[in-house]
């Protein structure tokens, strides 16, 4: 499943965002990007890891960083995400699974006794010069801004 480490330079990726407009990381080059993968708009993680960023997105971009969250939702779920939890980012459909399948966060999960294949919940904080600076794996959906800050802070 995941073979991109820290250090690797991120895959480029084009998709379409919540409206329908193309989105690629490269509209990003000279920014530090979040880049966070969930597996199911409008479930419990997902929805306190959005709304977790969604009430510290002020602090998040006053520092520059831009959000982007993928699953492999279509643009209408993504809509209905944004507009009732009132979502300030980009939200990328990836219906096709061409972005999970290249930052490798895609494949067999386990819950509650039943294997089945979907995203694994991954975030990557890319830098400025599109290298991975920082995979986390499995976030704390209620503070994952908290865990961004601190190792982007902490450096």
Excluded at 90 to 97: E, F, P, R, W
């Amino acid at each position: 499943m995941m073979h991109l480490k820290e250090g690797d330079k991120a895959p480029v990726f084009k998709g379409k965002d919540q409206d329908g407009n193309t989105v690629s990381l490269s509209d990003f080059k000279g920014k530090k990007v979040i880049l966070y993968f969930y597996p199911k708009d409008d479930t419990p993680g997902c929805t306190a890891q959005a709304c977790n960023l969604r009430d510290h997105y002020p602090q998040l971009t006053k520092k520059g960083y831009v959000v982007i969250g993928v699953s492999i939702d279509d643009e209408k779920k993504h809509q209905k995400f944004i507009n009732k939890y009132d979502l300030p980012f980009t939200l990328l459909a990836d219906d096709d699974h061409k972005i999970v399948n290249q930052y490798g966060v895609f494949g067999e999960k386990k819950f509650m006794g039943r294997t089945f294949e979907g995203t694994h919940r991954t975030t990557f904080l890319i830098d400025e010069k599109g290298k991975i600076a920082k995979i986390i794996t499995k976030p704390k959906t209620k503070s994952h801004t908290e865990e961004i800050l601190e190792f982007w802070e902490g450096q």
